[in-house]
């Protein structure tokens, strides 16, 4: 290669991105050798950014300039080689008394990250992901979800700390906001901090360093929804009506559209929607809802049933609340469908009643019925929402 190809070609940035695939890129270390204008340079763990989906490699700035750099030394000094092992260092940045495991590194090369000012501030730091249980159980801290890579952490004094979620399912946070917390909630996250995976393409990457975007997939809108109707019954009634322990944190995090239509990924995704928008609805909090709307809660119901009982007296209409209510219903039938040792005749049976309900033909696949779903549940919790918002 010729030393000119080095310089970044007219207005090219290197972003996250690949060029060829649009993939997230993540930072690695490779041993650069290669013949550049008649100079033989071998150049050991030298950064550079790694399409996550291929093997396509790409050179950071940084490491552009730093090869450039050496080769105008070689020539300076009229060697024609020039061998080279970078010497790796942490740079500890200004933030947090608390001191976090992170690679300084990241800041550098991985784009969009190092600016002029506020040095080390976006630094990524990486936590396993079971950091975010405290914050969806914990009364006073509350996780919210805008999409299934993209949350934040809103603390008890109504601060609030954007987090993502990798594609190794880690959580990263900037070192910068990290240290707006208090330092005791600083040595709690200390507890989960993990090295860095040079990984950080997310919907938190795409949304807070390129301020895009993209449509959030249709169970991170689902998920979204639920949150913002968790925290309107928080605001009305004082309670969480619904939370995820950690393990259906992780799941929650994990919600994906089927890749196959088999049996196994068809029970996997009725059981992991069921989980996180049934099953983590609190039976004693929904009692206490409907306590405080003045109604009697009859003891044999459950969660659903509950959830019904109280939208059915904010909007004072059975049939609306029963509408409203029909998404959870399915997927919880689904779920039944897919779960128990049924009968093949009594199985084919709940899954045309949930296919009739979802307006799906029959012989449905795995695709349609969550996308459907997932659609529908979405509409039904921001409409729930506004219940809780206007109803008497
Ligand atoms: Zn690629």
Redesign the pocket.
């Known amino acids: 290669m010729q030393v000119s190809d080095l310089f970044p070609k007219d207005g090219h940035v290197q972003r996250l991105y690949?060029d060829?695939?649009n993939?997230y890129l993540d930072l690695a270390y490779t041993d650069f050798i290669k013949f550049v204008s008649e100079i033989y340079m071998e150049v050991i763990g030298l950064p550079i950014l790694k399409?996550t989906?291929?093997t396509?490699e790409f050179l950071p700035d940084r490491s552009r300039f730093a090869i450039i750099e050496l080769h105008r030394r070689a020539m300076e000094n009229g060697s024609n080689t020039i061998s080279t092992t970078r010497k790796k260092t942490i740079e500890i940045f200004d933030y947090c008394n608390v001191s976090f495991d992170y690679d300084s590194d990241d800041y550098y090369y991985l784009p969009g990250l190092e600016r002029s000012f506020d040095k080390g501030f976006l630094t990524p730091v990486f936590f396993n992901s079971r950091v975010l249980y405290k914050y969806d159980s914990v009364p006073g801290y509350r996780l919210q979800f805008a999409s299934t890579t993209y949350g934040s952490i809103v603390t008890e004094d109504d601060s609030m700390i954007s987090l993502g979620i990798n594609r190794n399912g880690h959580v990263v946070m900037w070192l910068g906001d990290i240290e707006k917390l208090p330092e005791n909630e600083q040595h709690y996250l200390k507890s989960e901090n993990i090295q860095s995976d040079h990984s950080i393409g997310s919907e938190f990457y795409d949304g807070q360093i390129e301020c895009k975007f993209t449509d959030p997939t249709v169970e991170g809108q689902a998920l979204a929804a639920r949150t913002a109707l968790i925290e309107s019954a928080n605001d009305r009634f004082g309670a969480l009506i619904s939370h995820l322990d950690s393990e259906v944190v992780e799941i929650a995090l994990g919600l994906k559209a089927p890749l196959v239509d088999t049996e196994k990924e068809r029970k996997a995704i009725a059981d992991n929607l069921n989980r996180v928008f049934v099953e983590a609805l609190s039976d004693s909090i929904l009692k206490e809802v409907i306590q405080k709307l003045g109604v009697s809660v009859p003891n044999s119901t459950r969660n659903l049933k509950r959830l019904q009982l109280i939208l059915t007296t904010l909007l004072n209409d059975d049939s609306a609340a029963a509408a409203l209510m029909n998404p959870l219903f399915v997927l919880y039938d689904l779920r039944v469908a897919y779960s128990h040792l049924l009968s093949d005749e009594k199985k084919n049976e709940i899954i045309k009643s949930v296919t009739d309900r979802l307006e799906l033909p029959e012989n449905a696949d795995i695709f349609s019925i969550h996308n459907e779903i997932c659609t529908r549940l979405k509409s039904s919790l921001i409409d729930m929402k506004s219940a809780v918002e206007r109803g008497s």
């Open positions: 690949c060829n695939c993939g399409c989906s291929r396509e």
